[in-house]
C-alpha cells in the first residue's frame, strides 16, 4: 500500500508560467513532508520542506502548500525555468525520533522553452 | 571534496559474484541510509545507520549485507544477487536520523547495478 502518491507521472509547462506538483498520502500519522528534485544520472537533492504546524512555506520561486485535511500537499513553481525540468518526489514522515522517510513515485517536469 | 559520493557508478556483475558498493560523506552526519529505486517504483528504503549501529533492516533479503565501520562510511556487500536486483542504489545521508527537526537526507548520485 503506498503511502505517498504522486498521480502524475509527467507534467509539460511553458517557460514562465507556473508549475503545479501534486502530492497526496494516507498516513495521518505523516508530520512532516519534504520534496526533492532529481536531475537524470545525478542523486536527489532537497528542494522545500513543510512541517505539519503550518499551510505553506515558500522559498523564492518554490512554494509548497499543505491541506492536512485532505491529507495534500502541492509545490509551485513560479515562474517555471528550463533548469526546473527534473523529476520531483514528494516524501513524508512522522515526527520524533527514528522515523522512516515515505517517498512519492515522483512526477517528471518539463518546462518548455 | 563534499556531499556524498558514492563509488562505483556503474557495476555489472553475474549472479555468483561478490561485489560491494562503497558510500562516503563528506558533511560531518550522523545518520547514513541504503535505498533502492527501481523503475517506476518509489524510493525503498533498506538500511539506516546511527552511529554506526543499524537501526532500521527494511526486510532486505540477506544477499544484501551493509556495513558501517565509521559515521563517514557505509558500504553495501553483495554475494548471489538475482536479476530483480537491478537497480539504482542510492546512498544518504542526514545530521541525525529522521527529519522531525528539519533535517533533510542528502544523497549521492547512486550506483547503477545490472544483474547479468
Known amino acids: 500500500d503506498q503511502q505517498v502518491k504522486q498521480n502524475s507521472p509527467s507534467l509539460s509547462v511553458q517557460e514562465g508560467r507556473i508549475s503545479i506538483l501534486n502530492c497526496d498520502y494516507t498516513?495521518?500519522?505523516?508530520?512532516?513532508f519534504l520534496w526533492y528534485k532529481k536531475y537524470p544520472a545525478e542523486g536527489p537533492t532537497f528542494l522545500i520542506s513543510?512541517?505539519?504546524?503550518?499551510d505553506k512555506n515558500e522559498d523564492g520561486r518554490f512554494t509548497v502548500f499543505l491541506n492536512k485535511s485532505a491529507k495534500h500537499l502541492s509545490l509551485h513553481i513560479v515562474p517555471s525555468q528550463p533548469g526546473d525540468s527534473a523529476v520531483y518526489f514528494c516524501a513524508a514522515s512522522p515526527s520524533g525520533g527514528y522515523q522512516k522517510v515515505t517517498f512519492g513515485t515522483g512526477t517528471k517536469l518539463q518546462v518548455i522553452p | 571534496e563534499t556531499g556524498v559520493t558514492q563509488t562505483p557508478r556503474h557495476l555489472v556483475m553475474g549472479m555468483t559474484n561478490k561485489k560491494s558498493l562503497k558510500c562516503e560523506q563528506h558533511l560531518g552526519h550522523n545518520a547514513m541510509y541504503w535505498y533502492k529505486q527501481s523503475a517506476k517504483k518509489p524510493l525503498e528504503l533498506m538500511f539506516v545507520?546511527?552511529?554506526?549501529?543499524?537501526?532500521e533492516n527494511n526486510s532486505v533479503p540477506s544477499r544484501f549485507s551493509p556495513e558501517c565501520p565509521n559515521s563517514s562510511h557505509l558500504f553495501l556487500h553483495l554475494h548471489t544477487l538475482q536479476p530483480e536486483d537491478s537497480a539504482l542504489y542510492l546512498c544518504a545521508s542526514s545530521q541525525e536520523v529522521g527529519t522531525a527537526f528539519g533535517q533533510p537526507q542528502h544523497f549521492g548520485d547512486g550506483t547503477r547495478l545490472s544483474i547479468l
Open positions: 513543510i512541517s505539519s504546524i503550518k
Open positions: 545507520y546511527s552511529l554506526e549501529e543499524r537501526v
Open positions: 498516513n495521518s500519522m505523516f508530520d512532516y
